[in-house]
């Protein structure tokens, strides 16, 4: 793909309450609202990381990556209950990650925020990694990337919401997907021998000469809106496995909702998949929703979608 201009752009999560939402990501890691969407059907406040010096800093909308919907629907039945995709029956959608530059520090101003931790530091075997739950019981990952990194400081402008994580049944399948019909890279792959499950890290990288699957924990640390695909191993020879749970199956149940891509020619970009074995929930001229081989959902749409 040829075209420099694609960006991972936003990731959509279904919220109980809005406000409470966009308080605690705001004090949690410093985001801003940068655009909000007010129709028939929902609320949505578009939060990033905004601050002066920031790598989108003043961008337009959809000219960034980083970027969270956080979306309430309006008169909608007073039994939806919303799922962070971690348990059964509704496993599927794994988390969200922040990438801070003193992890440390993180987590201590979160403990003094009085944010509730699935995993401290501390905890378990890998010492370098957090979870945090947000007001929805959503899962967020906190991750060092060591920008700026200062002694004692948690520097909210070094942040970057690094990454957006699904669990997939193929990965063979989701990289043919993801590389060969989206045209993203393989940052990076990892392989955990002990608990059968390898994770792969991919997003667009306009550097002609990039090499895949070199980039280091640090390095990819900086960057943001990569994709996360886990693969427990065996579910792509276990025809009793039905896949995971996609939120928008049942009316009462939701929780993520999308991811979604952008670039300056959507038009072309959407025809070119039209001759590719790709599901299509949506087409327009200039937008389009697409599925993923496990029925994520993907939507595409040009630079002026949101401005």
């Known amino acids: 793909m040829s075209d420099a201009s694609f960006v991972t752009n936003t990731t ?55 970027v969270i919907e956080l979306r309430q629907l309006k008169n909608s039945n007073v039994n939806v209950k919303i799922y962070s995709g971690n348990s059964d029956p509704y496993r599927g959608f794994g988390h969200l990650c922040y ?6 520090e993180c987590q ?8 509730e931790f699935k995993k401290k530091l501390e905890d378990g075997r890998q010492k370098n990694i957090a979870f945090v739950l947000d007001p929805d019981q ?6 060092e990337n060591a920008i700026d990194k200062q002694d004692n400081v948690y520097n909210l402008s070094s942040n970057r919401m690094n ?20 045209g993203m890279k393989l940052y990076s792959k990892r392989d955990f021998p002990d608990a059968k499950f390898t994770l792969y890290f991919l997003g667009y990288e ?13 390095q990819q640390a900086s960057r943001q809106s990569i994709i996360e695909l886990t693969h427990n191993w065996g579910t792509e020879n276990d025809d009793s496995f039905q896949g995971y749970y996609i939120f928008g199956k049942d009316d009462s149940v939701i ?3 999308h991811f979604s891509i952008s670039c300056k020619d959507s038009i072309n970009f959407i025809k070119s998949l039209e001759s590719k074995n790709i599901n299509f929930l949506e087409k327009g001229a200039d937008t389009a929703t697409i599925t993923d081989p496990d029925g994520w959902k993907v939507e595409i749409h040009s630079y002026e979608y949101l401005n």
């Open 12 to 66: 959509c999560l279904h919220v109980s309450n809005l406000e409470t939402s966009i308080n605690w990501y705001k004090d949690a890691f410093g985001v801003s609202v940068i655009h909000e969407i007010n129709n028939d059907k929902y609320t949505s406040a578009f939060i990033a990381l905004d601050s002066e010096g920031h790598p989108n800093s003043g961008k337009p909308v959809s000219q960034r990556n980083g």
């Open 99 to 104: 990438a801070v530059s003193n992890i440390e």
């Open 108 to 115: 201590k101003h979160l403990l003094k925020q009085g944010v």
């Open 138 to 143: 959503y899962w967020v990952e906190l991750i």
């Open 163 to 182: 990454h957006t994580m699904v669990r997939v049944k193929d990965p063979i399948k989701s990289l043919e997907f993801y590389k060969g019909a989206l």
């Open 206 to 218: 306009n550097d002609p000469s990039y090499i895949e699957s070199q980039e280091d924990r640090v």
């Open 255 to 257: 929780g993520f909702d």
